[in-house]
């Protein structure tokens, strides 16, 4: 157990639909992550957060958005969903050292 | 932009064979991480590299990071079963955000 927590486990939607990923980070890191992994795939950078403020961008679609709130959880938006967004959503949160520990993840299916 | 190049995607060995998997990025990394992700499991950090031709050991798994600081190895010596999963390298620049190579997918046959 990494100490990252992210709800639900499994989300499936529609296309077209709106649906908010939720992480909470490891108690005291400030550092909040936000990887895409399709299929078989590695991992994609979308988003780094660092003490509510927005730290990097990667490859994150516009229809994407992420914030992190004043208790450090982080909530990211998937808006107009296609079945090209169907994946698992991994959060990160990390210590000064800037080691990333991972949540389990959220697989989304759109269907 | 800059990438970091992982090769091979896969690798199958028999119990007891070595195992590298090596990562290559087009600019000069500050730092490099590795990770392993068991099947159906999340990332979990293994290690990180911060100096030009670092080399740490961790039992059985031998990890380098290059003088050039732009790429890194990973070696498993004599593979057990419990090694199997996909590592992947994570690299940085300026400490910035993290560039993950597509991972190596490791199967260990009993």
């Known amino acids: 157990d990494s100490g990252v927590t992210q709800t639900p486990k499994h989300l499936i939607t529609a296309t077209g639909q709106r649906v908010t990923l939720r992480c909470s980070p490891r108690s005291g890191d400030l550092s909040v992550y936000w990887y895409q992994q399709s299929l078989d795939q590695g991992l994609q950078f979308l988003i780094h957060?660092?003490?509510?403020?927005?730290?990097a961008k990667g490859n994150i679609l516009e229809r994407f958005s992420a914030q992190q709130f004043p208790d450090l959880h982080s909530e990211l938006n998937l808006s107009s969903l296609e079945l090209g967004d169907s994946a698992l959503y991994f959060c990160a949160s990390s210590d000064p050292k800037e080691t990333q520990y991972f949540g389990p993840g959220t697989r989304l299916l759109v269907l | 932009g800059q990438q970091v190049m992982q090769i091979p995607q896969y690798q199958h060995v028999q119990e007891g064979e070595d195992f590298t998997t090596y990562c290559n990025s087009s600019t000069t990394l500050s730092n490099i991480q590795w990770y392993k992700q068991r099947p159906g499991g999340h990332p979990v950090f293994l290690i990180q590299l911060v100096k030009s031709g670092e080399v740490k050991k961790q039992k059985r798994l031998t990890f380098q990071f290059g003088e050039a600081k732009k790429n890194s190895s990973l070696h498993i010596t004599a593979t057990q079963t419990t090694d199997v999963g996909t590592y992947f390298c994570?690299?940085?620049?300026?400490?910035?955000?993290?560039?993950f190579g597509s991972g190596t997918k490791l199967n260990v046959k009993p």
């Open positions: 957060y660092y003490n509510g403020e927005e730290r």
């Open positions: 994570a690299g940085q620049r300026n400490f910035n955000k993290f560039y």
